[in-house]
């Protein structure tokens, strides 16, 4: 079938004027005409360069809410226009969780509040990729109308990138942790190699332990013969507290001491660093037992997994530390007497030898 030559020439002189007029166009009117030009927003932080990822995902898929939460170790969250935390409700709570065990993607009926003031009526919850640093679900919330079956494919490609992302921030706080730990370690190894006094090494480790590892309080007790423990160093130092208690005063210290483990405690005990929210009770780990107990604390930020482990190495450090001072002290005070006796009896083999002669 042949086309009619004069309806193709009116397409060819259409599309010119079109070029013509825009080329007659004023800047000023061009610039209005063409894309929309957006202030660039800057992030300092972590939490605000999710603000702009999740704000800018959720406006290529259309959705009025999204957030990612994650399980387990990682514990990561963030939201964009969320008045709260979706996962309080039961239904999606348990979503999440189905989600990140199954790997599959659920649609629920939902009224999760948004932060512009309207509640959203249904929720979308797509697994993130599997990955072996974290496990969670992305959630995907809508008002007035419901998910179709082509958004699932949508909801699945913005997991993965989120996905990506959450990796690449894990890795990276990651390093950060390893690399301040590491220097942690190097000062405590420095104060325990070139300080011969006890009690200034054990209140040099804990301020580095204080400033170096985040801690709001570390206090150092050490064990006597009677199973008292005697507070020997302290940062930041409270003289209020006491100093010296019984180990069978409480649970934490006589399970940390006879179990060998470390123990999470709260409370405003005697023995506590004061205005604490969370404590960790280390063990100071020697053969045969426990020289003592360090204890961690801090105000409001708690303890993850990565704190705890590093803090049951640094018990170990510290029992290792306070087990090689005693055991060099102890000869100074047995030895002493022996050369004494040998130097006096040979004193007096050669006063008798003498008198021989």
């Known amino acids: 079938m042949l086309r009619d030559p004069r309806t193709t020439k009116s397409f060819r002189d259409a599309g010119e ?3 013509r007029q825009e080329s007659a166009t004023s800047s000023s009117i061009s610039q209005l005409l063409g894309a929309p030009a957006h202030s660039a ?7 605000e360069a999710w603000d702009v990822r999740l704000a800018a995902l959720a406006t290529i898929a ?4 999204l957030t990612f939460v994650t399980l387990g170790r990682s514990n990561m969250s963030a939201a964009y226009n969320l008045a709260g935390d979706p996962t309080t ?15 599959v993607t659920v649609q629920l009926r939902t009224s999760v509040p948004l932060a512009d003031g309207r509640v959203a009526g249904a929720a979308l919850v797509t697994p993130l990729a599997p990955n072996d640093a974290f496990a969670g679900a992305l959630i995907a919330l809508r008002v007035g109308r419901p998910f179709a079956a082509v958004d699932t494919y ?6 993965e990138i989120v996905s990506l992302e959450l990796a690449r921030s894990i890795n990276a706080t990651r390093e950060a942790t390893e690399r301040r730990q590491a220097l942690a370690l190097y000062e405590l190894a420095r104060h325990a190699l070139f300080t011969d006094d006890l009690d200034e090494t054990l209140q040099s480790i804990a301020m580095v332990l204080a400033g170096a590892l985040d801690h709001d309080a570390a206090h150092i007790w050490l064990r006597r013969a009677d199973r008292s423990l005697h507070r020997h160093a302290a940062c930041p130092l409270d003289p209020i507290k006491a100093t010296s208690i ?5 649970s934490a210290l006589s399970g940390a ?8 405690t709260s409370g405003d005990a005697a023995w506590m660093p004061a205005n604490m ?15 003592g107990v360090l204890v961690l604390a801090r105000a409001e930020a708690p303890y993850a997994l990565d704190d705890i482990e590093m803090a049951d190495v640094v018990g170990t450090f510290i029992g290792r530390v306070v087990a090689a001072a005693n055991r060099k002290a102890v000869p100074q005070h047995v030895d002493l007497p022996a050369r004494a006796m040998s130097d006096a009896e040979r004193e007096t083999e050669l006063a008798e030898s003498r008198e021989l002669n």
Do not use: C
């Open 257 to 264: 001491i006879r179990e060998r483990r470390l123990v999470r």
């Open 277 to 291: 929210r969370e404590g960790l009770v280390v063990p100071l780990r020697a053969d045969p037992r426990p020289v």
């Open 246 to 250: 019984w180990e069978n005063d409480h």
């Open 62 to 65: 259309q959705y009025d809410g």
């Open 154 to 159: 949508t909801a699945v490609g913005i997991a």
């Open 89 to 103: 409700e039961p239904t999606v709570r348990g979503a999440v969780e189905e989600v990140a065990n199954a790997g």
């Open 17 to 19: 004027r079109i070029v």
């Open 41 to 47: 927003r800057r992030a300092t932080t972590d939490a």
